[in-house]
T-cell receptor
Framework: QQPVQSPQAVILREGEDAVINCSSS?????VHWYRQKHGEAPVFLMI?????EQKGHEKISASFNEKKQQSSLYLTASQLSYSGTYFC???????????FGTGTSLTVIP | DAEITQSPRHKITETGRQVTLACHQT?????MFWYRQDLGHGLRLIHY???????NKGEVSDGYSVSRSNTEDLPLTLESAASSQTSVYFC???????????FGPGTRLTVL
């Protein structure tokens, strides 16, 4: 039930772009994205509900393809502050449970 | 300001002891969640509640229990602590399934 994230880790230079993918084997009701800095709690980035929507927040955006049960997080012109571990969280249609992926470690270097 | 707090922040206990981790939120959220975070596994759902007197088992509920007697609190109890339960525990709350989850600062639990 746990969604699969890819890549597991990525290193970027400031200004470069990155894409993080989240894929589920179950039909999804919603997808959440969170970022966690080392030693801190996860912080919400955005939520996408069924309907194949796309959302954006400054230079971070995401898409949700409910037919493929996939979501992607797009980080453009990365900044040092983007470093952290990114988690997707998924709510499947049956059971009302919430599952987080194993995370993608993103490191932005000068 | 509304917030979500966890206590204690750090706890060391011995195998076989009962341990209770507290979670308190002041947003008046209906939904509350308990997760554990371990290296390589991400965040895994232990128990969740969608309202007072409502509790549900999550993915890794064995050895844990919760009760919800009011809106603000969802304590997590380890009935008989095991070394495999050494982890960082996060509590979270949300207004509804359509809304973001707000996470508490976490509790680092070590079972010796």
């Amino acid at each position: 039930q746990q969604p699969v994230q890819s890549p597991q880790a990525v290193i970027l230079r400031e200004g470069e772009d990155a894409v993080i993918n989240c894929s589920s084997s179950k039909a999804l009701y919603s997808v959440h994205w969170y970022r966690q800095k080392h030693g801190e709690a996860p912080v919400f980035l955005m939520i996408l509900l069924k309907g194949g929507e796309q959302k954006g927040h400054e230079k971070i955006s995401a898409s949700f393809n409910e037919k493929k049960q996939q979501s992607s997080l797009y980080l453009t012109a990365s900044q040092l502050s983007y470093s952290g571990t990114y988690f997707c969280g998924t709510e499947i249609f049956t059971g009302n449970q919430f599952y987080f992926g194993t995370g993608t470690s993103l490191t932005v270097i000068p | 300001d509304a917030e979500i707090t966890q206590s204690p922040r750090h706890k060391i206990t011995e195998t076989g002891r009962q341990v209770t981790l507290a979670c308190h939120q002041t947003w008046n959220h209906n939904n509350m969640f308990w997760y554990r975070q371990d290296l390589g596994h991400g965040l895994r759902l232990i128990h969740y509640s969608y309202g007072v007197q409502d509790t549900n088992k999550g993915e890794v509920s064995d050895g844990y229990s919760v009760s919800r007697s009011n809106t603000e609190d969802l304590p997590l109890t380890l009935e008989s602590a095991a070394s495999s339960q050494t982890s960082v525990y996060f509590c979270a709350s949300s207004e509804s399934r359509y809304n973001e989850q707000f996470f508490g600062p976490g509790t680092r639990l070590t079972v010796l």
